[in-house]
């Protein structure tokens, strides 16, 4: 009976994935909530809404959660890698709608408001505690 090996490990496509999850390299908080941040500006232009700012606590998040210790900071980088993975169709689908010349506002808005439901609670992670007076 022939047996298959795993891939070795280091693989391309490992290294495409990046580290495994709940692994945080240093820099990789920041890098994949600019990402997230990215992603969000991309999806608020097609529903039309203004542009936000990277300013307060949206660039102060990787700092804020790193404070927190490493099992807070595992649990936001994971929720990141979700966030991301789940926005991809929804920004693939609204990048195809464009693309034909119709309206993206509507659906773009229904998306902003789950991605912005979910990014509040990242920042409530981070900043337990703390008043955004």
Same mark, same amino acid.
């Given at each position: 009976?022939?047996?298959?090996?795993?891939?070795?490990?280091?693989?391309?496509?490992?290294?495409?994935?990046?580290?495994?999850?709940?692994?945080?390299?240093?820099?990789?908080?920041?890098?994949?909530?600019?990402?997230?941040?990215?992603?969000?500006?991309?999806? /608020?232009?097609?529903? +039309? $809404?203004? *542009? !936000?700012?990277? &300013?307060?606590?949206? #660039?102060?998040?990787? @700092? =804020?959660?790193?404070?927190?210790?490493?099992?807070?900071?595992?649990?936001?980088?994971?929720?990141?890698?979700?966030?991301?993975?789940?926005?991809?169709?929804?920004?693939?689908?609204?990048?195809?709608?464009?693309?034909?010349?119709?309206?993206?506002? /509507?659906?773009?808005? +229904? $998306?902003? *408001? !789950?991605?912005? &439901?979910?990014?509040? #609670?990242?920042?409530? @992670? =981070?900043?337990?505690?703390?008043?955004?007076?």
């Amino acid at each position: 009976m022939a047996t298959s090996n795993p891939p070795a490990a280091g693989t391309a496509q490992e290294l495409a994935r990046g580290p495994a999850r709940g692994t945080t390299t240093a820099g990789e908080i920041d890098r994949l909530w600019r990402k997230l941040h990215d992603r969000g500006e991309a999806i /608020a232009a097609m529903a +039309a $809404l203004a *542009r !936000e700012p990277f &300013a307060g606590a949206l #660039a102060e998040f990787p @700092l =804020a959660i790193r404070a927190h210790g490493p099992a807070q900071l595992a649990l936001a980088t994971t929720t990141l890698d979700d966030l991301l993975e789940i926005t991809a169709p929804g920004l693939a689908a609204l990048e195809n709608i464009a693309a034909r010349g119709q309206d993206t506002t /509507a659906p773009a808005l +229904a $998306l902003w *408001r !789950e991605f912005h &439901a979910a990014r509040a #609670a990242l920042l409530a @992670l =981070a900043f337990a505690g703390h008043d955004e007076g």
